[in-house]
């Protein structure tokens, strides 16, 4: 039976080993995902700050000046909405409304398209990279692995995997993060297992979650002193320690549910080569 103290030893022990890849791999994670946290820093002087009180100056100055032409332009659109018809007012209501969902659409899709089909791979090609650094040396080439081993396999699985998640936080919270965790490995599965059909890893995820889920919610709570750190940081230990140390020991977690060795099916190649 695993202890979070044994899966954070090991994981320390894997992050030593390969700290500056597992941050690189990390940072690329959270470039792709869009999670990298955003800070901006300000540094001033005294001839910085006179700049910046004449910069103001002019801009007062510039509102002025343009105050009366400003009201006017607004006073002549108002002018010749109030002159439209009630039916020119809704079309033009309904034109805008339907530009907005277009562009609403368009931007989903495109999220959508980057999470399904650059993301998701990317994340079971960092799963990879950490299981291999916790068995020993890990390399940053595993992140591209899923492009050329079963790809799309890889795109559904997700997919799916993400979509039953997503359907059961419709239900309530609740019932969506039982879900979560039910397939907490899937990712790990797939790195080992690229070409097995998504039905077979969300079963073997479930199977291998059985009677873990808690353990398992009280492990990633066990972190959240590392992540108010991280919050007070600006994101940086988060970077640079938190986030790789958080994937190792999830890596560690799915090697002591294997039994602590390699997926049974990458043994068996191992041993027909």
């Known amino acids: 039976m695993w202890t979070r103290k044994e899966l954070k030893e090991r994981a320390k022990a894997a992050l030593k080993r390969n700290y500056w890849k597992a941050v690189l791999v990390t940072v690329i994670l959270l470039v792709i995902g869009g999670g ?93 990279f950490m299981l291999k650094s916790v068995d020993g040396e890990g390399k940053v080439g595993e992140l591209a692995y899923t492009f050329d081993h079963s790809y799309m396999n890889g795109v559904k699985t997700m997919f799916f995997r993400d979509l039953y998640v997503f359907l059961w936080t419709l239900l309530f919270i609740i019932p969506g993060i039982y879900k979560k965790y039910q397939y907490y490995m899937v990712e790990n599965i797939l790195a080992e297992n690229t070409d097995m059909p998504y039905k077979e890893v969300l079963k073997r995820s479930t199977e291998m979650m059985d009677g873990q889920k808690w353990r398992t919610f009280v492990l990633d709570i066990s972190f959240i002193l590392w992540d108010m750190l991280g919050m007070i940081t600006c994101g940086l230990v988060e970077v640079f320690f938190t986030m790789p140390y958080k994937y190792l020991t999830h890596a560690a977690l799915y090697r002591e549910l294997c039994g602590g060795t390699q997926d049974v099916s990458e043994t068996i190649e191992m041993q027909e080569i």
Do not use: W
Not at 39 to 50: N, W
Not at 52 to 60: C, H, N, P, R, S
Not at 112 to 121: G, T, W
């Open 36 to 128: 990298a946290s955003s800070s901006s820093v300000s540094y001033g002087s005294d001839s910085g700050s006179e700049n910046a009180a004449d910069i103001q100056e002019e801009i007062v100055t510039f509102v002025q000046s343009e105050e009366g032409s400003v009201q006017e332009s607004i006073q002549s659109v108002g002018t010749k909405l109030d002159e439209l018809s009630e039916t020119d007012k809704i079309a033009i209501a309904c034109a805008f409304i339907i530009t907005f969902c277009i562009f609403f659409v368009i931007v989903m899709v495109v999220v959508f398209a980057i999470n399904c089909f650059l993301y998701n791979p990317l994340k079971i090609g960092a799963h990879r």
